[in-house]
Nanobody
Framework: VQLQASGGGLVQAGGSLRHSCAASGSIVSINAMGWYRQAPGKQRKLVAHITSGGSTNYADSVRGRFTISRENANNTVYLQMNGLKPEDTAVYYC?????????WGKGTLVTVSS
């Protein structure tokens, strides 16, 4: 499974950004898809997660501001980020799970200025 992520960038506090991550290759039986982030000097943490059936889960810090969605036909997962805060500054990674194996995309940097 190969993951092509896009999005990220520099935005002012209160602004919005959208990430996308497209899976290709052995995409049969992709289960969950999700987004994680890693702030400088901190561990990588879950941001949002969506199952193949569309059930979602969010970190408390982003619930109500971020929305995860997926297009199964295109094997693409999206993360719409609204109301961005400086503490959202991090490298964002997409992840898909296929047959119990995690596949990670390259990280994209999001910088939120105050």
């Amino acid at each position: 499974v190969q993951l092509q992520a896009s999005g990220g960038g520099l935005v002012q506090a209160g602004g919005s950004l959208r990430h996308s991550c497209a899976a290709s290759g052995s995409i049969v039986s992709i289960n969950a898809m999700g987004w994680y982030r890693q702030a400088p000097g901190k561990q990588r943490k879950l941001v949002a997660h969506i199952t193949s059936g569309g059930s979602t889960n969010y970190a408390d810090s982003v619930r109500g501001r971020f929305t995860i969605s997926r297009e199964n036909a295109n094997n693409t997962v999206y993360l719409q980020m609204n109301g961005l805060k400086p503490e959202d500054t991090a490298v964002y990674y997409c992840k898909v799970v296929r047959s119990g194996i995690d596949y990670w995309g390259k990280g994209t940097l999001v910088t939120v200025s105050s």
